[in-house]
């Protein structure tokens, strides 16, 4: 079985401060995981994908999230918030058998004031 | 920039009715899922699909879904008798290999009365 918990609902920053979004995950396998993000009336895009590669995954928009193993966590930063980073994240774990049975977090909106 | 397509965008209907959401997969893909959003709640895995039948589905998935492929673009998910539970955001996505990335739609909003 596996799940993954988004620490927070809301996240309120301002432009040009750093972003954090704090996901942790368990896994019976060797996870997949994943950040999506959802702009209003939009569908969800992939932002990064963590494949047991490199540890510290870069993604698009200038995010990047690390996966930690001993502290099962895969949290998403950015160093500088926009204010088209405003949008809600998912952070999402896969079984490790193929990308389609994904178990999302419930989610976690980023507002970002001028 | 190819992208998947959903419609309705949003579908209100009376509760035993049946209702169909259709979805155009990205043309060169060959996997299918549908996933669903209840309001507040996470997101959640229904079906996969690939080669014309299900490849996998979640306990959610019961008797009253289905999915087909009618045509060369079109993938479908019929609810045959809607409850109010069943109100929800559906999400279509596709994919090009089994391990692939999924390209989702922008969803379909179902509202049961």
């Known amino acids: 079985a596996q799940s993954v918990t988004q620490l927070d609902s809301h996240v309120s920053v301002s432009e040009g401060t750093p972003v954090l979004l704090r996901c942790n995950y368990s896994?019976?396998?060797?996870?997949?995981l994943f950040w999506y993000v959802q702009h209003p009336n939009k569908g969800l895009q992939l932002l990064l994908k963590?494949?047991?590669?490199?540890?510290l995954v870069k993604g698009i928009n200038g995010f990047e999230a690390e996966f930690k193993k001993s502290e099962t966590s895969f949290h998403l930063t950015k160093p500088s918030a926009h204010m088209s980073d405003a949008a809600e994240y998912f952070c999402?774990?896969?079984?490790?058998?193929?990308?389609?049975?994904?178990?999302f977090g419930k989610g976690t909106m980023l507002l970002v004031s001028p | 920039e190819p992208e998947v397509t959903q419609t309705p965008s949003h579908q209100v209907t009376q509760m035993g009715q049946e209702v169909i959401l259709r979805c155009v997969p990205i043309?060169?893909?060959?996997?299918f899922y549908w996933y669903r959003q209840i309001l507040g709640q996470k997101v959640e895995f229904l079906v996969s699909?690939?080669?014309?039948?299900?490849?996998?589905k979640s306990e959610i998935f019961d008797d009253q879904f289905s999915v087909e492929r009618p045509d060369g673009s079109n993938f479908t998910l019929k609810i045959r008798s809607t409850k109010l539970e069943d109100s929800a955001m559906y999400f279509c996505?596709?994919?090009?290999?089994?391990?692939?990335?999924?390209?989702f739609g922008e969803g379909s909003r179902l509202t049961v009365l």
């Open positions: 996505a596709s994919s090009e290999l089994a391990a692939g990335e999924l390209f």
């Open positions: 896994s019976s396998y060797s996870p997949s």
């Open positions: 963590y494949t047991s590669a490199a540890t």
């Open positions: 999402v774990v896969s079984s490790g058998r193929g990308y389609s049975t994904l178990t």
């Open positions: 043309s060169n893909h060959l996997y």
């Open positions: 699909f690939y080669n014309n039948e299900i490849s996998e």
